[in-house]
């Protein structure tokens, strides 16, 4: 009996109860199972620059990495972090003390969250947000409080509501968790909108946990402000970044966290009970990397906008409404031109409609009705696959 009573009760805790299968799993099967173009998952179909690679290479052959590296990071990347914030934007951390390398960014959010909030804690979020915030929100035993970027057609982009924003923080509220460029709609807050929340976080003493994986990923007239340049912000912000989107190898998962020592020295407490250490080889890479020349981010920039106007037009011809994106290697469509008003329906039927996998916005919402007709493509691949899927989403328009 004892047993029976065991197994009765569910094997998930309350906290992740409402977090199944993600949707970027389920989709990547889908397209795997119909030959579908996979313009879902983000993440590229070439590997990045040839003498990151054989840096890693490089690295394993010379025993570099093959034990457990320091908890921290190694030595040269978190220099070559340090580095980098210093050249691109005049921020100044020490590497032994201000800067923590981390199994991607995902760990690094993980781990942040874990480390500064207490259960009850309220932590304000720009909703749609990536999955992985809500559920580490919840394994923290915070509670989430979304704050929606809402369309505004006259510009193409999805906007923030400052008044809003600030309605939502409460007694309650420890942190604000901010992503800029922003995933999945595409926004770049602007230098404007950063200077309120920074007020706002200086005002109400709050911490702020900022990802800007996508930083090197913005185009046109947008401008990647880091919000730790802002006054005040230096000593309560978790800027968080990552080598896998801006050198197109996700799947060496480094990343990392640059902060005051107090932060990192939080952060570090409960990244060391996660993964402890990873990716050795490819830290000596990453620190490569890094070091490469301004024409690198450039070309990759440039090379990025090429893909995104071939996907956006692609998409405008099929009848979608489209969210130009400022940044990322995500554009958002309106799929309610094309008489549809359901994305996770519109999205499990087009793969067989049209060939072609993407992603509903809804999943990143938790007012599943703002995001419920808006679907997210990613260009993050070859010039001749974003021209097939084109070809392919033809069909929708009749």
Request: hydrophobic fraction near 45%.
């Amino acid at each position: 009996m004892t047993g029976m009573t065991s197994t009765a009760r569910p094997f998930l805790n309350r906290r992740l109860a409402e977090f199944g299968t993600t949707i970027f799993a389920e989709m990547s099967a889908l397209a795997a199972a119909t030959g579908a173009i996979n313009l879902g998952q983000g993440f590229p179909d070439t590997d990045g620059p040839e003498e990151v690679r054989e840096a890693a290479v490089r690295a394993l052959r010379d025993g570099r990495g093959n034990q457990y590296p320091p908890g921290p990071g190694v030595p040269e990347l978190r220099t070559a972090i340090a580095d980098h914030q210093l050249r691109r934007y005049g921020l100044s951390f020490d590497p032994d003390t201000e800067v923590l390398v981390t199994a991607g960014a995902t760990e690094a959010i993980a781990a942040t969250l874990l480390a500064l909030l207490e259960p009850g804690d309220e932590v304000v979020a720009l909703e749609p947000y990536y999955d992985s915030y809500a559920a580490c929100i919840a394994m923290a035993g915070a509670t989430r409080v979304p704050v929606t970027l809402r369309p505004d057609p006259g510009q193409a982009r999805f906007r923030l509501d400052l008044n809003e924003l600030r309605d939502a923080v409460t007694g309650r509220t420890r942190l604000l968790l901010i992503n800029t460029p922003h995933n999945p709609t595409g926004t770049v807050l602007t230098r404007e909108e950063l200077t309120a929340i920074a007020e706002l976080a200086v005002e109400r003493d709050l911490l702020v946990v900022t990802d800007e994986v996508y930083e090197h990923l913005v185009f046109d007239e947008a401008e990647h402000v880091p919000l730790a340049t802002l006054p005040g912000m230096r000593e309560r912000t978790v800027t968080i970044g990552s080598s896998g989107k801006t050198f197109s190898f996700t799947g060496w998962k480094v990343g990392w966290v640059t902060a005051s020592p107090g932060l990192v020295t939080a952060v570090r407490s409960a990244k060391q009970f996660l993964t402890y250490v990873s990716s050795g080889p490819f830290q000596y890479a990453v620190a490569e990397a890094l070091a490469l020349p301004d024409s690198y981010f450039a070309d990759f920039r440039a090379d990025m906008r090429v893909k995104r106007d071939l996907l956006a037009a692609g998409l405008a011809d099929a009848g979608f409404a489209v969210f130009r994106p400022a940044g990322t290697y995500f554009v958002t469509t309106d799929i309610r031109p094309l008489g549809e008003s359901d994305g996770f329906a519109f999205c499990r039927s087009l793969p067989e409609r049209a060939g072609v996998v993407a992603i509903p916005n809804a999943v990143f919402y938790d007012h599943r009705e703002e995001g419920a007709p808006f679907v997210r493509f990613a260009f993050c691949k070859r010039v001749s696959v974003l021209e097939e899927a084109a070809t392919r989403l033809k069909a929708l328009a009749g």
